[in-house]
């Protein structure tokens, strides 16, 4: 029986019994005092004895723990990179490793962002041709998709955190290959570098965030990653801003990534690593203590979430007992439980990928000069849309665990609505009515990109919380080379596509269409609601079948309510 199962029949058990007490004291004439005392000492038999239970097995979990701090505590830290850090508030601890880990996200933004500013003065010192240009930008995605592919055997052997202490390295190697370039093949390599980086960070920081967090924060924490890549892209246009003018100024724009590299790999040093990771590798003390500075295992909530990890654990362990290695690699596919997960977290990457975000943001300076804006205030004004996404942000981080997963995704609307404004102003004749034009564009774009940033935080939530204890890593490999595959295929086609399509028809019925034909009534009908479940409990929702999902949000819908 699942721990899980045990706790709530224990907990059904204990309320019958507690309700037939109830009972008891609002008549007392209906019982005798000597059934009343019976009924007392059942209710305390029941209670005592599932106490007696937990309490036997901390004791069993701190005395594996001391006998692992007695024997590896200083050696491990260092082989860890990791100086140990604790707080008596365990709130202070959860929020330290959140805005560590989620700083990764500026490196990513500034990484796609920079390349517009820097391409002006770039493509004209390195003579590039419109093809060698739209590479250049679309090789750091291509890069996150072999980062993606390494975040599997990266995360699984070495673990989450080491993870991202590996993709600071190549952010690093990329930057300086960048900002050294004489020629479009080293800037080929380069990007490709940074964009390894990018790759195994984006996988990899949801997943270490999810693990490491309770349930009531996981949304807005791993949100967190999302308004730093944000402030990252916004960085990147303040950046170019402040360069423009300088001679050779694109190299300080490409380099700029080396400071913040730097600096997140700092931040690391004081992060501990996943304890759902150590757990799956039957590390049990280890990832007891962490789970300790992590978590205030006073409380009996997190005591018993710590023995349902353990619980999991035993069940995959138990799962991929008898099945060959071969079988393994296709977990992701072959269990209903995981191939559902995968399906739902594509979709959703797709949704945030295929409706333009990045291709917009890597190509704003081009198209604010191409609304009407002269060289210099293109660059100057890209800072617009990169504020609008940074501030759309804030609303996911405060309230996406109050309001939940179901709810904000129908922010899609909203930035439905920015991508017709866009395109409208594209319609709009730039010669005879400039004023209009800019005025419409820019409000889509700031629709847009505010509306985008409070829906991009479920791009990089839902797919880290989705996947069972055993597929994580496969299956965020696969979700984040798919977010990087559809980043490259908008990024690379960009001018073929607004070619056969024109500005307005990309914007408003190719990107706009995929938002409003799939997007909406795919989250209504299909869209389980994960808000405030532990990772083990999401585990039963993907359990069960699809349509009972679909029924059930039908019924919610019904009711007037999205999520539940």
Known sequence: MKFSTWRSKTESEVQEVSNSVDDVYENPAVKKDEECVEDLEKVSDVDISRRANIDEQLKELNRKGDEFKRDHGFFNNMKNLEFETNFKNKK????????????????????????????????????????????????????????????????????????????????????????????????????????????????????????????????????????????????????????????????????????????????????????????????????????????????????????????????????????????????LIRIPRNRRALIFASIMIGLGQLTGINAIMYYMSTLMGRIGFSEKRSV????????????????????????????????????????????????????????????VYLTGQILYNMAFGSYAALTWVLPSESFSLSTRSAGMTVASALLYIFTFTVTYNFDRMQAAMTYTGLTLGFYGGIAVVIGIPYQLLFMPETKNRTLEEIDGIFSRPTREIVSENIMWLKRGKLSY
């Not at 964009?195 to 693990?211: D, F, N, T």
């Open 92 to 331: 202070h601890m959860v929020l330290m490793l959140g805005v560590f880990a989620s700083f990764a996200g500026i490196l990513s933004g500034i990484d796609q962002s920079i390349i517009s500013g820097a391409s002006i003065e770039m493509n004209k010192m390195l003579h590039l041709s419109s093809h060698e240009a739209s590479l250049v930008s679309s090789l750091m995605p291509l890069g996150a998709v072999a980062g993606s592919i390494l975040l599997t055997p990266f995360s699984e052997m070495l673990g989450r955190k080491t993870s991202l202490v590996i993709s600071c390295g190549f952010y690093t190697m990329g930057a300086i290959i960048c900002a050294a370039a004489l020629n479009v093949q080293t800037m080929y390599a380069g990007r490709f570098f940074i964009g390894v980086g990018v790759g195994l960070e984006g996988g990899g920081i949801g997943v270490y965030i999810a693990e490491c967090v309770p349930s009531t924060v996981r949304g807005r924490l791993v949100s967190l990653y999302q308004f730093n890549i944000a402030l990252g892209e916004l960085f990147g246009y303040i950046v170019g801003v402040i360069f423009f003018e300088v001679h050779g100024g694109w190299r300080f724009m490409v380099g700029s990534s080396l400071i913040f590299s730097t600096l997140l790999f700092i931040g690391l040093l004081f992060l501990p690593e996943s304890p759902r990771w150590l757990m799956h590798k039957g590390r049990v003390g280890e990832s007891w203590n962490i789970w300790k500075r992590l978590r205030d295992v006073s409380l009996e909530s997190e005591q018993l979430e710590f023995l349902e990890l353990i619980q999991a654990a035993n069940n995959d362990k138990d799962l991929h007992a008898n099945e060959s290695r071969f079988q393994a690699y296709f977990d």
């Open 380 to 439: 100057a004004m890209s800072m617009v849309g990169g504020a609008a996404l940074l501030l759309g942000t804030i609303p996911a981080i405060l309230w996406m665990d109050k309001f939940g997963r179901r709810t904000w995704s129908m922010t899609i609307i909203i930035f439905s609505v920015g991508l017709v404004l866009v395109g409208v102003g594209y319609l709009i004749n730039i010669n005879t009515n400039l004023v209009a034009a800019e005025g």
